[in-house]
């Protein structure tokens, strides 16, 4: 079970500071000093919960492997699709909300939404927790950098990684860590609601990560800016699986379906990983001439007309 929030963030303002053109000197230039070396990360020991942790979510990665799920494959010819099945499942994950705003928390309520996206580059950002190890470290960079390629070549969306201050915030944390995260998650998003933040902090464990999109209330459609949460205690395709399906619906794709197949966007956790089927839903969700803000009812039949297009010939 995955969560995924999209928060609207009023009161927000944006600054833009000028120069004035004066004229300057050209001073001789300072000699060049190579820049320091960053630390290496100063590591600490898991607690003995987060331990405890990492061998439930183990046999939970055993146990649905051993039912044939958690598939990487992408889809075959056993998970066809037609362009009806397309458009509903794209209409239910992409303008559907999975969660509702109540007395200023979020709750697992279904509400209908609009369509919702990225207009700027989206620049990913990962940051580990003093407990996740050196070796996840260094795979998880490489599996986001690959996937964030991926993910932009699919959308046409500029999707890229960053080592410095980017707008969507990866968090791979211990579950103590998770606890403790509610000061830096407040500098990260400006603004952010305190009560949204503890629910944020405070995830069960049924649930594997989550992510959670922001945008101000003057532009209430379009996102600048996303945190998700990754457990640390992951096994290494359970947290692969959360960085596929979190950053997809950071995208804004938000929802989930039983129906749609082959798909991430299914709490039955048949597929671990990005699907031919979601790659086209990004490509619709992304595609200009579905307006911004645009309901169920007046989505539907663009829709139409662009999986027509991406499906071409077939059924």
């Known amino acids: 079970m995955r969560a995924s929030l999209h928060i609207a963030l009023a009161g927000l303002m944006a600054v833009t500071l000028s120069a004035c053109d004066a004229p300057v000197s050209s001073p001789r230039p300072e000699q060049r000093v190579a820049p320091a070396r960053k630390p290496a990360p100063k590591l600490v020991e898991p607690s003995e919960r987060s331990k405890e942790l990492s061998a439930y979510y183990a046999q939970v990665q055993r146990s649905l492997l051993s039912q044939g799920l958690l598939r990487s494959d992408g889809g075959g010819i056993d998970t066809p699709f037609s362009k009806r099945q397309l458009v509903n499942n794209f209409i239910q994950i992409g ?6 705003l109540v007395d200023g928390l979020y709750t697992n309520q279904r509400s209908e939404g609009r369509v919702q996206r990225w207009e700027k580059p989206i620049n990913v950002s990962m940051q580990f927790g003093p407990a996740v190890s050196q070796s996840i470290r260094t795979k998880d960079q490489q599996t986001v950098a690959n996937y964030a390629r991926r993910l932009s070549r699919v959308s046409g969306a500029k999707v890229g990684v960053t ?40 995830m069960p464990r049924p649930i594997y990560c989550a992510v959670y999109a922001f945008s101000d209330a003057d532009t209430p459609d379009s996102f600048h800016s996303a945190v998700a949460i990754v457990r640390a205690e992951h096994p290494d395709l359970l947290r692969q699986s959360c960085y596929h399906e979190e950053i997809a619906q950071g995208l804004g794709l938000s929802n989930d379906s039983p129906a749609a197949r082959p798909s991430i966007f299914n709490d039955d956790d048949e597929f671990a990983l990005l699907t031919r089927h979601d790659e086209i839903l990004l490509q619709i969700l992304y595609d200009e001439r579905l307006p911004l803000g645009t309901s169920p009812a007046r989505a539907r039949p663009i829709v139409e007309v662009i999986a027509s297009e991406l499906l071409g010939g077939e059924s």
């Open 95 to 100: 303008v559907f909300n999975e969660f509702t």
């Open 163 to 202: 080592r410095g201050k980017g707008n969507f915030h990866v968090a791979v944390l211990t579950i103590d860590e998770i606890e403790a995260f509610g000061p830096q998650l407040m500098k990260l998003i400006p603004g952010l609601d305190a009560g949204i933040a503890r629910q944020i902090t405070s």
